[in-house]
């Protein structure tokens, strides 16, 4: 169970590493792309190949949320943990 109720954004990347969890290693699931406009650059983020701990594939997931808006990115990859093999 993931309780964002009170999240109120955060690291891209902590994003890209706890997503991680919900998918099969060696897969490569795009998450969310962050358009950096000072650099003029779009940031691809996926999930990554290791993480360090047991992978969550073979339960459901139940993701709460509250009325404290979250981060865009954070709300592409819940999309994508829908869809993932942990369901």
Known sequence: MLDLRE???GSTYG???WCSYFFPEGES???TDVYRRTAGQTQQFWTL???P???YLDRP???LTGPVALDVAYQCALERISSS???
Do not use: I, S
């Open 7 to 9: 999240n109120r954004g």
């Open 15 to 17: 994003m890209a590493y």
């Open 61 to 63: 997931v139940y993701v």
């Open 29 to 31: 699931v795009h998450l």
């Open 53 to 55: 701990g047991q992978r």
């Open 49 to 51: 190949p290791y993480v």
């Open 85 to 87: 093999p942990a369901r």
